[in-house]
């Protein structure tokens, strides 16, 4: 069975940083690109970021570009998002969410429950 | 960005009728080396992450029902259910992973 477990959300001051994890199992992690999307409370889906499968090529949507750092450790079967200089427009539940094509199709077959962020003081 | 806009917001749609839900792209999405439409399609239940239905514009995923079908091309697509069952309602979204992946602000689908 396919898992995603998303960890280390909380509450966090603005201008505060935070580390998710996303432990996963049930499939050959190396074999595929991962992403972070997020969802504000009440609100659509957004893009955060990617990683290819080796963990060698990043991107990130302009919003979080040059604050969040997208990596992976295929030994340990997990997926990080390193989030710094948070504002409170990145309150949100961020779920990790598995690419679809082994070589990067953008879009995702396998989501976790997610792990709300919020960011205020 | 490519922009998408689905229509309508909210659809209240009586249980065993047909629910067609309308999703638009500010550009094609239609990629002329494979002749694919980059566009998915997802269902979120309540207190649920997403769950994909539909890729390629019309591939159903394994397991998905086969009363959900999708279908269109370029910068229009329908999702479409034939017969709405009780366990339908939720907000659906579609995709475009042409460029930078973006999303429809969501349909709210409930039984009338």
């Known amino acids: 069975e396919v898992q995603l477990v998303e960890s280390g959300g909380g509450l966090i001051q603005p201008g505060g940083s935070l580390r998710l994890s996303c432990a996963v199992s049930?499939?050959?992690?190396?074999?595929?690109?991962m992403h972070w999307v997020r969802q504000a409370p009440g609100k659509g889906l957004v893009w955060v970021s990617r990683?290819?499968?080796?963990?060698?090529?990043?991107s990130y949507a302009d919003s979080v570009k040059g604050r969040f750092t997208i990596s992976r450790d295929n030994a340990k079967n997990r997926l990080y998002l390193q989030m710094t200089s948070l504002r409170a427009e990145d309150t949100a539940i961020y779920y990790c969410a598995r690419d679809s094509g082994p070589g990067g199709a953008y879009y995702f077959d396998q989501w976790g429950q997610g792990t709300l962020v919020t960011v205020s003081s | 960005d490519i922009v998408m806009t689905q229509s309508p917001d909210s659809l209240a749609v009586s249980l065993g009728e047909r629910a067609t839900i309308n999703c638009k792209s500010s550009?094609?999405?239609?990629?002329?080396?494979?002749?694919?439409?980059?566009l998915a399609w997802y269902q979120q239940k309540p207190g649920q992450p997403p769950e994909l239905l539909i890729s390629?514009?019309?591939t159903r995923e394994s397991g998905v029902p086969d009363r959900f079908s999708g279908s269109g091309s370029g910068t229009n697509f329908t999702l479409t259910l034939s017969s709405l069952q009780a366990e339908d309602v939720a907000v659906y979204y579609c995709q475009q992973y042409y460029i930078a992946p973006t999303f429809g602000q969501g349909t709210r689908l409930e039984i009338k």
């Open positions: 990683i290819d499968s080796g963990g060698g090529s990043t």
């Open positions: 390629w514009a019309s």
């Open positions: 049930g499939f050959t992690f190396n074999n595929h690109w």
């Open positions: 550009q094609s999405v239609l990629h002329r080396s494979n002749n694919q439409n980059y």
